[in-house]
């Protein structure tokens, strides 16, 4: 999963009276929607379904291209207002600062905390430095151990830290020559991805070399809605969502290759490759829904993403992220000491509201305060966002 943040930020083009940033509601309740599948996905891996909804369940896993493609689009956007003439060394570690402040503490609480309760997978405290320093996902043997989704962070950290000279690449070249260099990523990334299958190096799959197309999606999707916030309204957000799911049922339908690298089935270089664009066009779909919704007031998808239920459940779902697959944990084990029914309904139920309740507390203990502090708090976009 990309990392989710609380707080979507982005600066008001600076000509425009009295700066600020602005919270997109919509992009909130999507967060909530995105870690919601990826809890029900690892729920179902440990608790599997009828066989015929296996190929279904599976790619509910598509949570993790929708957090890439948000963060894409939510980083690169305040870049995109401010332009290239505030993109200086003070900004960037701003910007640095903000992004160290909102993903590492919380992640080492909750790797401590499941590690120590016999929680974690693998042996976490003889390899410290993998999975303190988000570097599990450079091995196949290390990147599902600690805390498996963390594979996701240390890709979302890579692309952290070159988004400042990604952005200042596009100011630089502009207009339709940064669409071709997007396009290139895009090429190059599924080269990478072919490599990472035809030369045995699986893990290269899971890097932000074998992801990037996901992020330039969202940093496309964030430049035509600074640029042309015309073209993003006319966009139907139930027509994009309903696209969206219709691609995920496909991707079921055509039991397409499962696993964001897509090494659990086994699959050919083509069918992984196949499996890898369905999931980004479905990212694409579900995020130009969410901003099309926000310029909405009302309407179903509007509706849906922007309810207090679903704004809270965005807002936490960075906690969602990290402590669903140590809840999971705690209830199998509880399920085999005969603490709770074997019941699958109940223990879905149980586990929905553990890590509810584990995220809300990391949250309000944790990540709120740290990331509402005056130190992390003090400079303005674009190193203010926190998407």
Known sequence: ???????????????????????YES????????AGAILLHHFFLANPPAKSLLPYTHHLEFGVPVFFVISGFVLYRPWVDVGLGSIDAGAVLRYARRRVA????????ALTVAAAAGLSEGTTGA????????LQVYSIHTAFNGLGVAWSLGTELTFYAILPLLAIGVARIGGKRSAVAAGVLVIGTLGVRYISFSQNLPALAFTLAGTLDWFVIGMA???????????????????????????????????????VIAYNANPTAGGS?????????IGLMLVLAATSAEQRRSGVVPSLLR??????????SYGIYLWHIPVIGAVTRSVGRGW????????????????TAAASLSWILLERPIVRSRIVRGARVPAAATG
């Open 1 to 23: 999963m990309s990392a989710p943040a609380t707080e979507v930020a982005s600066p008001r083009p600076k000509t425009a009276a009295g700066g600020g940033r602005r919270r």
């Open 27 to 34: 992009i909130e309740g999507l967060r909530a929607l995105a």
């Open 102 to 109: 909102r993903i590492v503490p919380a992640f080492w609480v």
């Open 127 to 134: 390899h410290p430095l993998t999975y303190y320093g988000f």
């Open 221 to 259: 999707l964030a430049t035509v809605a600074v640029r042309h916030p015309r073209l993003i309204a006319r966009v139907n957000p139930a027509g994009a969502l309903i696209t969206g799911f219709g691609l995920l049922i496909l991707m079921g339908a055509l039991q397409l290759p499962w696993g």
């Open 273 to 281: 490759i196949t499996a890898h664009l369905f999931y980004g066009a």
């Open 307 to 316: 309810n207090r239920g679903a704004i809270w459940l965005g807002t936490v």
């Open 340 to 355: 709770l029914p074997s019941n699958s309904g109940v223990q879905l139920v149980v586990v929905v509201l553990g890590t």
